[in-house]
């Protein structure tokens, strides 16, 4: 996100590129320590992680970044509220939404800056997000957010529309390769993860433009 083009004259650009390369900073307790589910014994991911796992990195990651930067905090409690809000009729969800909503206000007014404003920088951080689900998933599912398209087409990328001024943008990540089984518990996990091979995934990121029939 530091090639959007959109960003480069941003009055926000720091703490926009902040929230984007920390929003996910709440699950580093989780990663350290990975868990199984206790029935099949396959690896509990983000989106499978039981939901007190799920709600409680929330505040972790605001509580990591609002004495540093409150308004990059405010835009990790959009996100949450943004990526799960599809559970916000959920009962046993309400809680977790009334108090990430007070949080976000709260760091909002910390920052002096309109709920509005926060929703229009808050883009960039959705998009840093998709673009990267997109490339460490692999998946070749279509991610839509407002305008915008992120897809997976072979190892690249695509956003649409454009949003780097047509630069392609390489990326990498370090990964552990692990082999598709069931694991009898979680120190059985730890302990492949501590042997498995690495592996560096890499691809490229780029914008398309848009092209509409006349």
Known sequence: MQHCVTLSNHPRRDTVLRAVAQHDCGWAVEDAAPRVAFDTGHVLDFIHAPMAVRQGVWPRAIGMLETTDPYAAALVAQHALTVYDRLRSVSEWQPFFREI????????????IPLDQLVDDYIFV?????ISLAFCTETMDLSQFGEWQVRRRAEDVVVEPDIFGGAVVPVAIAAR???????PSDSALHDALRSAPERTLRGTVRGERVTRDA
């Open 101 to 112: 909503t007070r949080l976000r206000d709260d760091l909002v007014a910390r920052s002096a």
């Open 126 to 130: 959705r998009l840093g997000d998709l």
């Open 177 to 183: 390769e692990l082999s598709q089984k069931a694991f």
